[in-house]
Nanobody, 114 residues
Framework: QVQLQESGGGLVQPGGSLRLSCAAS????????VTWYRQAPGKERELVAL???????RYQDSVKGRFTISRDNAKNTVYLQMNSLKPEETAVYYC????????WGQGTQVTVSS
């Protein structure tokens, strides 16, 4: 059983930055790939970035160079540093991992607006 808890969302102006955190229960977390998704109103959930257990990283093309995913296995936490945020990136951001099945957090709202 894995429980995920996202935090760090909020209201930010265009061009601003936020750092999201995904804290997990269970030591197995460090052995899994963790993925950040986002879902904007009326749109499908989309993959933003992922990090493997071996620290391999992948990003959606639109966030490359602006977002950075990282993990701290000692804290069972994965981070998403988001810079130069755009209004169209307003969404609920979720973290996900798979241990036999999908586990999701409850999401954290990111609003990019002036």
């Amino acid at each position: 059983q894995v429980q995920l808890q996202e935090s760090g969302g909020g209201l930010v102006q265009p061009g601003g930055s936020l750092r999201l955190s995904c804290a997990a229960s269970g030591s197995i977390f460090r052995l899994t790939t963790v993925t950040w998704y986002r879902q904007a109103p009326g749109k499908e959930r989309e993959l933003v970035a992922l990090i493997s257990s071996r620290d391999s990283k992948r990003y959606q093309d639109s966030v490359k160079g602006r977002f950075t995913i990282s993990r701290d296995n000692a804290k069972n936490t994965v981070y998403l540093q988001m810079n130069s945020l755009k209004p169209e990136e307003t969404a609920v951001y979720y973290c996900n991992t798979k241990v036999g099945r999908d586990y999701w957090g409850q999401g954290t709202q990111v609003t990019v607006s002036s």
